[in-house]
């Protein structure tokens, strides 16, 4: 019994050390214990558990018991109730905290029991949840798929009713349209206006609507309709004004356009101007997408031209008339009041169309080219048959060019298109006009000039008035420049060119035929200086113009007919031959004339008639200075004999005597003419060259005699007739 005692108390012992450890590593942690009072809080229980009690046995009380023990087996039984009290006593701790775990065991069983029961009724409620969920949902989509259609046959029936105005908008216009009151100027009728070009247009992007094409002829014939209208009430007033202004006009006996007429002719149009042009307006802005509007548009332009044209035209007429008489012997002050009166009758009437329309056209150029006409009937006679000098008709195409074309017309923008399409003709016309009487005056007044005896004078013209310069000039030569200024001024660089060279050419050639009457009727020198003297001039004043002189001549050149020719004659036999040596074949193929080009250049004509004739006046100034030298050194060359004193000192004695008695004259002769210190020192340079190297051979010549012959020559050095020389002495 101790043995099993023993175990008991171990066996005791060990359960205790596995509860401890048990405790130990089952440690709840902090969401296990929230749960477990979630789990407390959920149950119904009491907050308080009574633990059952077990009624042990009291060992003491088993002691103070009497015992009687009689037999053995009296004392056996009262043994093992002590010793059941024993293990009692040894046992009660552990029977107790077996007890406690019992009750929690219990408690934790009931709380198991209460989770499972609480997630059955989770899961139930979130089934039924699910359910209402997915009924909610299925509610909401039919009723947003009900409120969508409700939308869509909303917008259809709007779209219907839009798209049905156009369908019933015919009656309420076709009503108004028929009705005695309709008003062009009304309120209402531009609306009406764009509400049936629109109606049109819809009928025109649907025409697959029912009866589209029936509601579009309808709709179209409300607009020729309306068009019909809005064209008679335009027209009518432009007629009415018009037939006002005239008779007003008429009734004043105002013919000229003048202050008193102006009012007449611009104010009354002025005020009706506005409200005719915000319908013209709605007119312009669709005629280029419609043909009716673009009919209507030109009626109206037609009609507006033409009674300003009835209105306008006789007055033009009569103001021209009345200014060609008044200047009737100064074409030019004509030109110019002519020209000014019609642009400033042009300005008014571009700016008075302005007043009724928006855009221009080419009926409104056509109405002011043809007001614009009435000067050139009376320009044209003028310059064909009124004026021959090419002088006037240059004065006549400078005031048309710079005072008109280049003042007025091309700084006044596009009032004057059309007139200056009329100015820019007149000036052609006077251009070319004056282009063939400018040749025919180079022909006949420079070409075939015939100078009389008092051109010709010279030298002792240029000592009749020195102060005035131009009249000293050659005749040529001052009518040359004379018209070269006026052409550059008023004709064209091609133009100008031409006729430039022509003239320089024709006074070239006049200066050389005047030099040849000089030198028979004066001297060589003269001759000389006349031709050089008026070659300057001519250089000098073509110089500031901003041209070439230079012309493209084309010619045809037949040197080569001749010998074609020869050639075909001397080869009759071949003439019908059929092989390739045929001489017709021959002939056409190399006598055909070629074609060739010069370049005719007037200002390096002059420049090289210039360069010509100073070297010929050098020459010549230095042959009459030194001509002994020349024949002695001449002879010398010719003949085997040596030179003789005695020839030597009369060559230097007639050379010094030359120097000492004709280069005054030669230089007074070149003051006269050239009148120039720089032209006459440069001139003259080389003629003192030329006469040091004469003296310079003779020097050499003479050095082969003794020094006694030398010495009675007295052969001046060089550095004596550098001073002798000198061009200021």
Same mark, same amino acid.
């Given at each position: 019994?101790?043995?099993?005692? =023993? ?51 009291? =060992? ?105 105005? $156009? ?25 009406m206006l764009v509400r049936i070009d629109e109606c049109v247009q819809f009928m025109k992007d649907h025409p ?6 029936? $509601? ?24 009415? %004004?018009? %037939? ?48 009716? $509007? ?218 050389? =035929? ?108 230095? %042959? ?106």
């Open positions: 019994m101790s043995i099993q005692i =023993v175990s008991n108390a171990a066996q005791s012992k060990l359960v205790r050390d596995k509860l401890s450890k048990w405790e130990a590593t089952t440690t709840l942690n902090q969401y296990q214990k929230d749960f477990i009072l979630d789990l407390a809080s959920w149950s119904s229980a009491d907050d308080e558990i009574d633990l059952p009690s077990t009624d042990l046995l009291d =060992v003491n009380e088993c002691h103070d018991q009497s015992a009687v023990i009689n037999n053995a087996q009296q004392f056996y039984e009262w043994f093992h109730s002590v010793e059941r009290g024993m293990e009692s006593d040894q046992e009660s701790e552990y029977r107790d905290y077996m007890n406690n775990l019992k009750e929690h065991r219990s408690r934790c069983n009931a709380v198991l029991q209460g989770i499972n029961e609480a997630l059955h009724h989770l899961k139930l409620l979130s089934k039924q949840y699910r359910t209402v969920s997915h009924t909610t949902e299925a509610l909401h989509d039919s009723c947003e798929l009900l409120m969508q259609d409700q939308e869509d046959l909303e917008e259809l029936g709007k779209s219907i009713s839009q798209q049905l105005v $156009y369908f019933t908008e015919h009656e309420r216009i076709g009503t108004k349209l028929n009705s005695s009151s309709v008003s062009v100027m009304g309120e209402s009728f531009v609306p697959d609507y029912k009866e589209s094409s029936a $509601y579009l002829a309808k709709y179209q014939q409300c607009l020729v309709r309306s068009l019909t209208l809005l064209r008679s009430y335009i027209v009518t007033s432009i007629k009415s %004004t018009a %037939t006002n202004a005239s008779k007003a006009i008429s009734s004043a006996g105002t013919t000229i356009p003048g202050d008193s007429a102006f009012a007449q002719l611009y104010s009354k149009f002025h005020s009706h101007g506005p409200r005719i042009k915000a319908l013209m307006e709605q007119v312009e802005e669709r005629s280029d997408r419609n043909s009716e $509007y673009l009919q209507v548009m030109q009626d109206c332009y037609t009609c507006y031209c033409y009674q300003r044209q009835v209105l306008i035209l006789p007055i033009i007429s009569n103001e021209i008339e009345r200014l060609y008489h008044l200047h009737k012997n100064d074409h030019c002050t004509f030109i110019r009041t002519s020209c000014m009166a019609l642009i400033r009758i042009c300005q008014d009437e571009h700016s008075l169309y302005h007043c009724f329309f928006s855009r221009s056209d080419l009926i409104l150029q056509g109405l002011l080219e043809t007001l614009s006409s009435q000067l050139y009937d009376y320009f044209r006679p003028i310059i064909i048959q009124q004026v021959h000098r090419f002088e006037l008709l240059a004065d006549i195409c400078s005031v048309l060019k710079n005072d008109v074309i280049e003042d007025q017309v091309n700084s006044k923008g596009p009032s004057l298109e059309a007139f200056g399409h009329l100015a820019l003709q007149m000036l052609e016309d006077a251009q070319e006009r004056l282009s063939y009487r400018t040749q025919a005056y180079i022909q006949s007044d420079i070409t075939n000039f015939l100078p009389s005896p008092g051109d010709l004078a010279y030298p002792s013209k240029l000592n009749e008035d020195l102060s005035n310069q131009y009249g000293m000039w050659y005749p040529t030569v001052r009518r040359s420049l004379i018209c070269l200024s006026k052409l550059y001024r008023c004709t064209n660089r091609s133009v100008f060119e031409s006729i430039a060279q022509e003239c320089l050419s024709a006074c070239i050639n006049s200066l050389k =035929v005047a030099s040849q009457s000089i030198c028979e009727n004066s001297s060589l020198l003269d001759s000389q200086l006349f031709l050089i003297k008026h070659l300057l001039i001519l250089r000098e004043q073509i110089a500031p113009f901003d041209v070439n002189f230079t012309v493209n001549e084309v010619a045809l050149d037949f040197s080569n007919f001749k010998l074609a020719a020869t050639d075909l004659m001397t080869n009759k036999n071949r003439i019908l031959s059929l092989s390739s040596n045929n001489a017709l074949l021959e002939f056409l193929f190399q006598g055909a004339p070629q074609l060739t080009k010069k370049v005719l250049d007037s200002k390096k004509e002059v420049d090289i008639n210039l360069k010509e004739a100073c070297t010929d006046f050098i020459t010549t100034a230095a %042959t009459l200075l030194s001509s002994p030298i020349n024949a002695f050194l001449a002879t010398i060359e010719q003949s085997s004999i040596g030179p003789v004193m005695e020839q030597c000192r009369n060559v230097v004695s007639d050379t010094s005597q030359r120097i000492s008695n004709k280069l005054p004259g030669i230089k007074k002769s070149m003051r006269l003419y050239l009148a120039n210190k720089d032209t006459e020192a440069i001139l003259f340079r080389p003629i003192r060259s030329q006469i040091l190297a004469q003296f310079s051979e003779l020097r050499k010549v003479i050095n082969n005699l003794d020094e006694e012959d030398r010495f009675i020559i007295n052969c001046p050095s060089a550095e004596q007739l550098t001073l002798t020389l000198a061009y200021d002495q």
